[in-house]
């Protein structure tokens, strides 16, 4: 937490995205003890994105587990909402709420935060509270597509797709390999199917309630090897070489259908935004782009998701995401046309942050 260390990894940061075009990133959750870093990161810099804390993932208390470094437990909702305004003491004005998140703290939190004018967004997960409650109580950013599926399944419908586990996937419950996230969520979208009802309404009142989503696509594509790059596996959850073809190609069919509800939510006029969570989030970002190219929305709009709605996503709509008089001076200049062909997307380009070209030279 020196100066001069802070400003090296700072420089580390930089490199990471800007290169790609990305000059703003709003966190997804780290540690407090880094928080004298991310602090002084929101410090704006032409040399490296303007960034936008979150605190750490807030959760609520669970028996016999520990939390990770990113999250804080939060024991009850009073708990949750004095943690929220010493954030926002902080300076920071984005609130990140995680599934681990009971009612209560989970309340707490998105009330105060609410109070306070903060932006808020959430990753709801596993029926620890669902995805159509937390609209019900106001929530309206929402991150990733693939939790939809766990949260609008029946009782009866995990008993479903467990039983036909050992048919479809070609193993025997629990014998589930590390891998178990990039299996089991698209079974379960190939169980829902690319017209299920209740995923219907669920984007209906996305629409009603005038919420985003942030599909982060890349993070399943490139372990089904149908992304733009690949990052190397972390640890052995994300090693999906092991597959075998049945696995593989069940995996990649439940994934089509989830991209065909991101179409979905496009058509249906709901905003939404580019996210990463997953290494190397630069080229991911690009990555991204392209895999909404595939699922069929037009380059026009995919630039329009990833620049002007998810400026409007982190609460800064005003500053940046187009190019207007008083908004920042950030421009990327590409060599091809990604308009004409979406390749170029991924070719040489020009950056400029705040209305200085960046360079990447320490």
Not at 199 to 206: E, G, Q
Not at 241 to 260: I, L
Request: aromatic share 10%.
């Amino acid at each position: 937490m020196e100066p001069d260390s802070i400003e090296a990894y700072r420089r580390v940061f930089a490199r990471a995205y800007m290169p790609y075009g990305v000059t703003v990133v709003r966190d997804a959750g780290s540690s407090e003890r880094d928080m004298p870093m991310l602090l002084k990161w929101m410090e704006r810099s032409p040399t490296a994105p303007d960034f936008y804390a979150v605190g750490a993932h807030l959760i609520s208390a669970q028996p016999g587990r520990s939390p990770l470094p990113w999250q804080v437990v939060v024991a009850d909702s009073t708990a949750a909402a004095a943690k929220v305004r010493e954030c926002y003491g902080l300076g920071i004005r984005n609130i990140k709420l995680y599934w681990r998140l009971r009612e209560p703290e989970f309340k707490g939190a998105l009330f105060e935060a609410q109070k306070l004018g903060m932006n808020v967004t959430g990753h709801i997960d596993l029926q620890v509270m669902t995805i159509d409650r937390a609209l019900d109580l106001g929530l309206r950013n929402f991150e990733h597509i693939y939790p939809i599926a766990y949260s609008l399944m029946t009782p009866a419908g995990f008993d479903s797709v467990g039983a036909e586990m050992p048919r479809t996937l070609g193993i025997v419950p629990p014998r589930f390999p590390p891998t178990a996230l990039f299996m089991n969520a698209p079974e379960l979208w190939n169980y829902l199917g690319p017209t299920n009802p209740r995923v219907l309404a669920l984007i209906a009142k996305f629409k009603a309630d005038d919420a985003s989503l942030t599909p982060t696509l890349h993070v399943f594509a490139q372990r089904l090897g149908l992304a733009y790059f690949e990052s190397a596996p972390r640890d052995s959850t994300e090693d999906t070489s092991v597959w075998t073809a049945q696995q593989r190609a069940r995996a990649v069919e439940g994934y089509r259908v989830m991209a065909s509800y991101v179409k979905r939510m496009y058509s249906a006029g709901i905003r939404l935004n580019i996210g990463t969570d997953t290494p190397d989030p630069g080229k991911a970002v690009l990555s991204e782009m392209l895999l909404l190219h595939d699922a069929g929305i037009p380059m026009a709009d995919v630039f329009r998701i990833a620049t002007l709605d998810s400026a409007e996503d982190i609460g800064h709509g005003e500053e940046y995401g187009s190019i207007e008089v008083g908004k920042r001076a950030d421009l990327i200049l590409f060599d091809g046309n990604p308009l004409e062909n979406a390749h170029d997307l991924l070719g040489r380009k020009t950056v400029v942050k705040d209305g200085v070209l960046w360079s990447g030279v320490d």
